[in-house]
């Protein structure tokens, strides 16, 4: 198992931007993909955005490409997403995940077993 704790969120104008980090323990290597999730009020967790653990790849929801950029430190450890151009749909509890699995498994929350407490992100005037 890894322990998860994110960092970064708070409120933010329609327009604005973020960078929410998510820092790994526990494991004395670090190749195990990383992965950002989000639950909005009343709705189901979904997925937002993924990177590999060497983090040559990447994968995006429709929603967010061209907007939010999933990234990883040279030690692999720390994960970041910087998300620009927010809209009011973007707020949610936003959710690190940590674990091997394969790409086509990616978007499904039940594919990954280490999960962070989470941040709120609220996108509001």
């Known amino acids: 198992q890894v322990q998860l704790v994110e960092s970064g969120g708070g409120l933010v104008q329609p327009g604005g931007s973020l960078r929410l980090s998510c820092a790994a323990s526990?494991?004395?290597?670090?190749?195990?993909?990383m992965g950002w999730f989000r639950q909005g009020p009343g709705k189901e967790r979904e997925f937002v955005a993924a990177?590999?653990?060497?983090?040559?790849?990447?994968s995006y929801a429709a929603s967010v490409r061209g907007r939010f950029t999933i990234s990883r430190t040279h030690s692999k450890n720390t994960v970041y997403l910087q998300m620009n151009s927010l809209k009011p749909e973007d707020t949610a509890v936003y959710y690190c995940?940590?674990?091997?699995?394969?790409?086509?498994?990616?978007?499904?929350?039940?594919?990954?077993?280490?999960w962070g407490q989470g941040t709120q992100v609220t996108v509001s005037s």
């Open positions: 526990g494991r004395a290597r670090s190749n195990y993909d």
């Open positions: 990177v590999t653990w060497s983090g040559d790849m990447t």
């Open positions: 995940a940590a674990d091997s699995v394969a790409a086509i498994d990616l978007i499904v929350p039940m594919s990954w077993r280490s």
